[in-house]
């Protein structure tokens, strides 16, 4: 069986606010997913669900194509929204007591929680208690914190936030690591050009529901909606004329078009070479971060 | 990993973190010390007084007294002595000398009083009878609230930090719970043990404790199982106390109602110990019978069988009280921001 992650229709009330409205998306083995959405869109809700720290008022969270329960969530890797460590007890203490709280046999925990923080630059710090360490290494216990019980699954939620651009390198480079051995990591984040870089597989919430998941490059082009970019060498003006073609945005020989049918295509590029040179005639291929502002409207 | 494994591990770190908190250290020493200064010192204070006299046959009687008695020339020496503090007393021609305070046990070595003869003598000096309960309610309240308050603490730090989200996830709530009622009871049952150790050896070093030895045997062999469920009975409790809050800071307020619990029994013990009715009554009430029952059985005047149906009592009460503070303990930890209303904690149990 796939260790893949889903998450079926799950809904979640808070009172009268339906936080969660059939939430539905997968979490592929060995990838990197991002999960986007504004303040208040649902991540933290979907991602406590996911841990069963919070009960859902309908769906399910399957589990390498089995209901969940409480001992494949035990391996699972959680990294909270709202940070958590013990501030007066030592770091590689506070490590290998939740490691084995995940199940980890004390050598084990011990050696994990050794390499780990040899990984993320704390080794000099494994003794001292959590409070000494500036926020940005504190961070980083955090994370080690996931991923000391070498966890089946990560649920991060906002693991980037509050890094310096070093720390992200490191966090980003551990969770590649982790994602290339087969585990499915699940990350929240609002820095979309970072989610952009990272991730493999985006789900996009807005007010509870999903608006759009799945592959990053297929999402894009999925959401290109058969826009072209071309530039010609005098003012691009005459397009308008052009049947099956619709203006979009125009700069001088610059110029966006949208196209009623694939055909148009080549009818569109034939058309513009007959009146001179064309520079460049490509597809507009939309950033995530104007996929973002398009769905989650 | 089984619930039994990580209640282990749990009840391992309460305790780990505790002997590793130098404050926690230096404060038990201090209480150790107190503790052994309120044993040893009562019975060092005072002494033999010394005492001068001018005729050498006022002296035997003196010395038979146990007083340290020293012979001079003249009446004027004796009271310059007094004077200069070098003695507490002077005897001259039949006269008792002393500064501003009648020395008593120098008259009465002085006097003679008829033989006593007590038809119905207590078991235990009156002195003694008075302070034996308040020190096992002191003693019982101090631990109780001082390990009751720490579990609390505890269970808020862990929510105030959001590391339970974390733990949470990883083991089940019962285990998280019942290892910190177990770590925090294996620490108050050791300190307490010290601290009865300290008072005993500190009891044997003087006369008084000679006295008391054979009545404290039976009284400390109940105490301890009326302390262990007595600290049962409102460990979850506390625990859902420190649940209900946010902040470290709040937990005072939100266990206000268990510090007046603990409280009420060294209250009762201070002033109806002399109500016989009131004091067997509260050694079979449940939240009072921990310090009361101990404190009646020293004074002696128990049947064998009282203890054990207390004990019964107290047993049944903690499990209940076990069961309802688990419910809002577990409905109180993920509720986040500002003070969980009890009602709620209560009715949210499945969320």
Known sequence: MTPELRIEGISRRFGERLALDEVSFTVPAGRLTGFIGGNGAGKTTTMRIVLGVLAAHGGRVRWQGADIDALARRRFGYMPEERGLYPKMGVADQLVYLARLHGLDPARARRNVADLLERLGLAARAKEPLEKLSLGNQQRAQLAAALAHDPVALVLDEPFSGLDPGAVDDVAGVLRERAATGVPVLFSSHQLDLVERLCDQLVIIAGGQIRASGDREQLRRAHAADQHLIVVDEDAGWLRELPGVRLVSLDGPRAVVVLSDPSATQKLLRAALDRGPVHQFTPVIPTLTEIFRKVSQ | ?351
């Open chain 2, 1 to 351: 990993m089984n619930t039994f494994q990580a209640t282990r591990l749990v009840a391992a770190r309460e305790i780990r973190v505790r002997l590793l908190d130098r404050a926690y250290l230096i404060s038990t020493a201090v209480y150790l010390l107190m503790v052994a200064g309120l044993t040893i010192l009562p019975g060092l204070v005072g002494g033999p007084s010394s005492v001068a006299v001018v005729s050498a046959e006022a002296a035997p009687p003196l010395r038979a007294a146990g007083a340290d008695v020293r012979v001079v020339g003249s009446a004027s020496e004796a009271e310059k002595l007094v004077r200069s503090g070098d003695v507490d007393a002077a005897v001259v021609d039949g006269r008792v000398l002393a500064m501003n305070e009648a020395p008593t046990d120098v008259v009465t070595a002085l006097s003679s009083s008829p033989p006593i003869n007590l038809l119905a003598p207590d078991a235990v000096d009156p002195g003694l009878a008075f302070l034996a309960p308040f020190a096992i309610a002191m003693l019982f309240y101090m631990t109780a609230l001082g390990f009751g308050m720490q579990i609390a603490m505890s269970v808020t730090e862990e929510k105030q930090t959001r590391v339970v989200e974390i733990l949470v996830a990883s083991v089940p709530v019962r285990a998280l719970l019942s290892g910190k009622i177990i770590g925090t009871g294996i620490l108050a049952l050791a300190q307490i043990t010290l601290v009865v150790a300290v008072a005993l050896v500190g009891l044997s070093m003087t006369d008084v404790g000679v006295e008391v030895w054979p009545l404290i045997g039976p009284a400390l062999d109940w105490f301890i199982p009326f302390f262990l469920f007595g600290f049962a009975a409102l460990a979850a409790l506390w625990a859902a106390a420190g649940a209900l809050v946010a902040r470290v800071e709040d937990v005072g307020a939100a266990s206000m109602p268990l510090q007046m619990i603990v409280l009420a029994p060294l209250v009762a013990v201070l002033t109806m110990r002399d109500n016989a009715v009131a004091m067997t009554v509260l050694s079979y009430f449940p939240l009072s019978s921990p310090t009361v029952m101990p404190a009646r059985l020293f004074a002696g005047d128990v049947a064998a069988w009282e203890p054990v149906l207390s004990l019964a009592l107290l047993a049944a009460t903690a499990a209940g009280f076990l069961l309802a503070g688990a419910r809002v303990y577990r409905g109180g930890l993920l509720r986040n921001g500002g003070r969980v209303r009890l009602a709620a904690a209560w009715g949210s149990s499945g969320d």
